[in-house]
């Protein structure tokens, strides 16, 4: 079966960055885009981007151009999203899903805490 | 980037149907059938309940349906359950190639 396994929960420092893992398996990895969303506490989604994981490709929202890099490593099925300049307002549940148009199977989240 | 525009809250009874609206521009709801609709309840994953407007994934009961007229997508929901008691969130494809959120909606089934 689809599955989407994150890696756990990070603290980090105002100014430091952190990269999440979404590993998947139960389906050929690159014929889907991953995209990566967020939730802070008790707050809406908020889409970030998406990696074509079959050529590399990346497209990022505006608000986080500069900050974020989405990677690949396709030997062993994973996708990462790397995140900058953390500021306490990106402390969030940071989710990857399989897809675009149809992202039926996501990641179980990832809490990352911006905290000094 | 704005997010697109939904109803902070709808409530209904059981068996009753609701209607979730999410406005957007012509730049995305109104040029793309690239519209979803996700569920999410508390402390979960979102669940992918419709995607390109009208169509659901295997296993999403029919009582879920989805439509668009202009600018302006709508979920409906019918036959309402407690278990749909949960938050709500519209997606869609932007032209500038890159996709937006609603700012959800939650559902109180009374």
């Known amino acids: 079966q689809v599955q989407l396994v994150q890696s756990g929960a990070e603290v980090k420092k105002p100014g430091a960055s952190v990269k999440v893992s979404c590993k998947a398996s139960?389906?050929?990895?690159?014929?889907?885009?991953i995209n990566w969303v967020r939730q802070a506490n008790g707050q809406g989604l908020e889409w970030m981007g998406w990696?074509?994981?079959?050529?590399?490709?990346?497209g990022y929202a505006q608000k986080f151009h500069g900050r974020i890099t989405m990677t690949r490593d396709t030997s062993i099925s994973a996708a990462y999203m790397e995140l900058s300049g953390l500021r306490s307002d990106d402390t969030a549940v940071y989710y990857c899903a399989r897809g675009l148009r149809r992202p039926e199977y996501w990641g179980q989240g990832t809490l990352v805490t911006v905290s000094s | 980037q704005s997010a697109l525009t939904q109803p902070a809250s709808v409530s209904g009874s059981p068996g009753q149907s609701i209607t979730i609206s999410c406005t957007g521009t012509?730049?995305?709801?109104?040029?793309?059938?690239?519209v979803s609709w996700y569920q999410q309840h508390p402390g979960k994953a979102p669940k992918l309940l419709i995607y390109?407007?009208?169509y659901r994934p295997s296993g999403v009961s029919s009582r879920f349906s989805g439509s668009k007229s202009g600018n302006t997508a709508s979920l409906t929901i019918s036959g309402l359950q407690p278990a749909d008691e949960a938050d709500y969130y519209c997606s869609s494809f932007r032209n500038s190639g890159l996709w937006v959120f609603g700012g959800g909606t939650k559902l109180t089934v009374l």
């Open positions: 139960g389906y050929s990895f690159t014929d889907y885009e």
């Open positions: 390109d407007v009208t």
């Open positions: 012509s730049s995305d709801i109104g040029d793309y059938n690239y």
């Open positions: 990696m074509n994981v079959n050529s590399g490709n990346t």
